[in-house]
């Protein structure tokens, strides 16, 4: 069974009149088990392989070489399918044409499927909606499954009317989960995230086939590590106060603001999709009506619920005090991740205003963003960064663009702004 | 141990309840040496006259627990199980840094952090017969606040001393000098024991014992007898006329206004909370003192600590106070000014125990009885 627990990381105190309350949710899931054996109901993965026309040869193989591998992770007993994506979506395996669209892997459906895999040929273009919409369809058809995860891969970006996508997306979002991956660089990250965003999954670029194989299977192993179904991140904050956002911060960045449920009038439902063995951070900023010197008060009870059961929780307190020392604090670990998401901010600013040729505004972002990977030590923000900047002072955050960018360190750069570091923590 | 209220496991030397805050365990008890002489300083070690004797029937019952958890004083929610309002989200006070007893109808008090400290180390303990006008029992303790566990020492005083005072102040030997010295002895008995209490709670290596203020107040019918130690008050505020205070502070302030420095000047003073008598270990005279009077008029009998006095310490800011309420509740009227305390800065933990006294309810027979125990004029 698994145990989850939380800590709250803040400095409670404010001034006389302080109204602004941020606190660090750190919950932390332990024996999470494996996907679809907790007995909550069946675990469910579509794997959806691009077979458009623009899959270059040595990509398709690797694709197909990628898919199999990841078929290899899919533990015995899952429902399990495979989508070739094109213009439109087709039903690679199992190849039914009634009756439930999904089938429980064993080794001779693992066989099956790879042999199905391997027959995949591009042709045609990117209708990224007609894959999301077969996935959802092929999910609902096992009313069994209640863990459903997809792994989404292609290499070009979506030709399809606008708006289309997004509404497969809203149909998608709160049905299930979905990792995606860009091969090469003719893909749009900001397309693609959007996908992996609503759909609570990760998005990355591959910028060489040969990687791929290693990128499928650490997807596949990671979402059937995901033995905790589906969870809700619970805020309950007091009569008159108001949310001013709720955001994961780690692993990565995502703001949950504008996904709340409303459970009652004083409690919202953020959606945090299944979970593994593992730990996230969430950045709570609540205001609350000032008190008097010397009162205290919770600003927020921060949960964790599966279905209807909180299973743990935080307490964001506010104390007010007219003692300088305790109210001009600000606690580390708000401090490293308001810095973290101010990053992902400023790179993708960045990289926005370089696209559209405003090299003035690239390189302010771009520079603060170098200042803040270095004082927050990401360092993998910073490695990524100076692939696209030369760096004349990283304290001062004074860069200059580079003339001759490979469009992956670029891409690379965009996937990678959300991830976040973690600082050590001291309870507050 | 588990917790008496909501049953939830709680380590032995907790002294609240994790789950719902409720108070655990009783104050120490005081050990007595049953069958050994009394020790020299005993408070009857060589008293002249015996302990009295006293007949059960005057025997007053604790009050009654309030049951379960109180509603949050801010808005009136639920208080949810990790003891923040389910609605506001105020945090509600443990049961020492704010409980209320209401004995009887007539008699109630609030004991209550305020909200410029962060612990109560005020204490407070009643006792009320039912009938209006009976008899009531208010004691109030105020831990000094750089001693360590002063909070835990004063209500263990308190309630030490309200076993004392549970049965019916003694008459003596039939004239007034007599029954004044058996009252007296009553009241120094009840010092002594709630100073035994704090001495017991107190870590014997602290380098700052605990130490408490003591005020006690006993109406019987007509008659008002108190005692104290350090500065904590009793009023007598009568609904209209003179009101007066009836104990006299062991201050440094006290002292400067008999020496003829204005009232204003010496409690506002670098001293004016320096008390120069205590309870605790380090007390070297803890004999208080007492005093007692008729009343004639209804009205209110109040025994408080500095938290409520500081903001209207003269008989007649506290009277102007009290009246300015206009009830006759005794729990609406605490509450009342220890909120009004609290408005004013809430810089000291606040304590208001009140009994109201209505003539009416008292007839010509409550008539303080003539010592002996038979009735004068009836």
């Known amino acids: 069974m698994a145990e989850f627990s939380a800590s709250v990381y803040q400095n409670e105190f404010l001034p006389d009149g302080g109204t602004d309350v941020n606190a660090i949710v750190t919950i932390t899931c332990q024996g999470a088990g494996t996907a679809g054996q907790s007995g909550s109901g069946g675990a469910g993965e579509i794997i959806i392989v691009d077979t458009s026309g623009s899959m270059g040869p040595a990509t398709m193989a690797a694709a197909k070489d990628a898919a199999q591998a990841a078929l290899a992770e899919i533990v015995d007993g899952t429902w399990f399918a495979v989508i070739a994506g094109a213009d439109r979506a087709m039903l690679a395996y199992p190849q039914v044409s009634s009756g439930p669209g999904m089938t429980k892997m064993d080794a001779q459906a693992r066989q099956d499927a790879s042999a199905a895999i391997g027959r995949f040929v591009g042709s045609g273009g990117t209708a990224i909606s007609t894959w999301l919409d077969l996935a959802g369809q092929l999910f609902s058809s096992v009313t069994e499954i209640t863990q459903r995860h997809v792994l989404l891969l292609t290499d070009g970006e979506n030709r399809e009317r606008p708006g289309r996508l997004d509404e497969a997306i809203n149909r998608a979002t709160g049905y299930y989960q979905a990792d995606c991956r860009g091969a090469g660089t003719d893909w749009q990250v900001a397309e693609i995230r959007r996908i992996a965003q609503a759909l609570l999954g990760t998005v990355d670029i591959i910028p060489s086939p040969a990687e791929m194989r290693a990128q499928f299977q650490d997807i596949m192993r990671k979402a059937m590590a995901r033995g905790v179904a589906d969870a809700s991140l619970r805020v309950w904050t007091p009569q008159g106060a108001q949310v001013l956002f709720v955001r994961q911060v780690s692993p990565t960045v995502e703001d949950l603001s504008s996904r709340r449920t409303p459970v009652n009038p004083l409690t919202g439902d953020y959606p945090t999709g299944a979970w593994a063995d593992e730990s996230r951070d969430y950045h709570v900023a609540i205001r609350v009506p000032a008190k008097a010197i010397g009162q205290e008060q919770l600003a927020a009870r921060v949960q964790l619920a599966l279905g209807a059961d909180v299973v743990t929780q935080g307490l964001v307190k506010a104390t007010w005090s007219n003692n300088s020392e305790l109210t001009t604090r600000i606690d580390q670990q708000v401090a490293h991740y308001t810095g973290q998401a101010e990053l992902a901010d400023a790179i993708q600013e960045g990289l926005a205003a370089k696209a559209a040729g405003d090299e003035a505004t690239a390189t302010t972002k771009l520079g603060r963003a170098v200042q803040l990977a270095a004082e927050t030590g990401n360092d993998e923000a910073t490695s990524k960064l100076r692939k696209v900047v030369d760096v004349d002072n990283e304290k001062e955050g004074t860069v200059r663009l580079k003339r001759t960018i490979e469009k992956a360190d670029e891409m690379a750069l965009d996937t990678a702004s959300t991830k976040t570091t973690r600082i050590r923590k001291e309870p507050s | ?378």
């Not at chain 2, 604790?62 to 109180?70: E, S, V, Y």
């Not at chain 2, 009840?190 to 704090?198: D, E, L, R, S």
């Not at chain 2, 609406?332 to 305390?341: E, G, H, I, S, Y």
Request: with cysteine; charged share 20%; net charge negative.
């Open chain 2, 1 to 378: 141990m588990t917790c008496p209220s909501c049953g939830s496991t709680v380590p032995d030397s907790a002294r609240f309840c994790e789950s719902c805050g409720a108070q655990l365990g009783q104050p120490a008890v005081v050990p007595a040496a049953a069958g050994a002489p009394p020790p020299a300083d005993h408070p009857l070690g060589d008293a002249p006259i015996s302990a009295p004797t006293r007949k059960p029937v005057g025997f007053l019952a604790d009050p009654p627990k309030a049951a379960g958890r109180r509603p949050c004083g801010e808005c009136g929610g639920e208080v949810g199980p990790d003891l923040y309002c389910l609605a506001c989200g105020t945090k509600a006070p443990s049961e020492r840094d704010h409980f209320e007893e209401q004995p009887a109808s007539w008699v109630a008090g609030v004991c209550d952090k305020a909200i410029g400290k962060s612990r109560n180390e005020d204490a407070m303990a009643l006792l009320a017969g039912e009938a209006p006008g009976s008899r009531a029992v208010l004691v109030v303790l105020d831990g000094v606040s750089n001693s360590v566990d002063s909070d835990v020492a004063s209500l263990a005083g308190a309630r030490a001393a309200r076993e004392v005072l549970r049965v019916p102040l003694p008459a003596g030997m039939g004239t007034p000098e007599s029954r004044d010295a058996a009252v007296r002895k009553v009241f120094a008995n009840a010092v002594a024991a709630a100073n035994t209490a704090i001495v017991a709670v107190t870590d014997p290596d602290s380098p700052n014992p605990a130490s408490a203020t003591f005020s006690a107040a006993v109406l019987e019918g007509r008659r008002i007898s108190w005692a104290n130690i350090g500065d904590s008050r009793s009023y007598w505020i009568p609904d209209s006329g003179q009101p007066l205070q009836l104990s006299v502070d062991d201050s440094v302030a006290q002292e400067q206004i008999e020496s003829g420095v204005a009232r204003e000047v010496a409690e506002t003073g670098p001293q004016a909370h320096a008390i120069t008598k205590w309870l605790g270990r380090d007390a070297e005279d803890i004999v208080p003192s007492v005093g007692s009077r008729e009343v004639e008029a209804s009205g209110w009998l109040l025994t408080c600590s500095d938290g409520l006095w500081n903001y209207i310490s003269a008989p007649e800011a506290m009277a102007a106070q009290v009246r300015a309420t206009g009830t006759t509740t005794p729990l609406d009227l605490a509450q009342a000014l220890v909120a009004f305390a609290n408005a004013s800065g809430g810089h000291d933990n606040i304590t208001a125990a009140l009994a109201r006294v209505d003539v009416s309810d008292l007839g010509q027979n409550d008539r303080t009885p003539t010592p002996g125990g038979v009735p004068s004029d009836g």
